[in-house]
């Protein structure tokens, strides 16, 4: 969940988001030798006298052939192998469906029989004191934590996105097509999120709350709700 005046990401609660982290600040220590080594030469520019009877520099004509394709090359492995990582979906303990509505959402457990449920923010006047407003659902989504869960996003009506930010998740909802990603939470908790696709006059209101929790309470959940 974010803080007040909070200028980095949520804590990471998934190793994607992890890695996703790491590779922002990986990415950000690149750009500071970038911006460090410009504002030397300018400043060395400034400062001395140069040259200008140098009519061939291949030398130099190397450096700024090679240097820059390190630094894309530093960039692009670490990022290939996150895009990757994010694209496997490896024997899922858990299936989850998620169908985006104007302007909510609804979940099925597909490896129950029956087990589904419509999901909306609750408005501001039967908000429990110490919930968050225009976060808080009726119904969340709850799940076993450190379990591989899939999660197969469509939509009824327009475009939606199902995205938590703190778990590195974010899958467009597209009508007519099914669009699925994993993820794994790392600890127990709640986690929120929003439609991240524009989808209309409510489209700030329909948020998603994930409930990660030890297998046992998941099983005594899922049994109660099928039952």
Not at 60 to 74: Q, Y
Not at 93 to 101: C, F, Q, Y
Not at 121 to 149: A, C, K, Q, Y
Request: aromatic fraction near 10%.
């Amino acid at each position: 969940m974010a803080n007040h005046s909070q200028f980095g990401f949520q804590d990471a609660s998934s190793p994607i988001m992890e890695e996703l982290v790491e590779f922002h600040d990986h990415a950000l220590m690149v750009a500071l030798a970038i911006c460090s080594l410009v504002l030397y030469l300018l400043t060395l520019m400034l400062m001395e006298k140069l040259s200008s009877n140098t009519v061939d520099a291949q030398e130099v004509e190397l450096v700024w052939t090679i240097l820059p394709a390190i630094v894309l090359i530093m960039l692009a492995l670490p990022s290939l192998q996150i895009l990757y990582m994010m694209d496997e979906i490896d024997e899922p303990d858990l299936t989850l469906k998620a169908i985006g509505h104007q302007w909510y959402w609804t979940y099925e457990y597909t490896d129950f029989k029956d087990l589904s449920f419509d999901s909306y923010m609750l408005p501001t006047t039967e908000l429990p004191l110490g919930n968050f407003r225009l976060l808080e659902v009726d119904h969340r989504v709850v799940i076993p934590m450190e379990s591989p869960i899939r999660i197969i996003v469509t939509a009824d009506d327009v475009l939606h996105s199902w995205a938590i930010p703190s778990l590195g998740v974010k899958t467009d909802a597209i009508p007519g097509r099914l669009n699925q990603t994993s993820f794994i939470t790392t600890r127990p908790g709640i986690f929120y999120g929003q439609c991240s696709e524009i989808c209309g006059a409510n489209h700030s209101f329909m948020p998603i709350v994930v409930e990660s929790t030890p297998l046992n309470y998941f099983e005594n959940w899922s049994s109660l709700l099928s039952s």
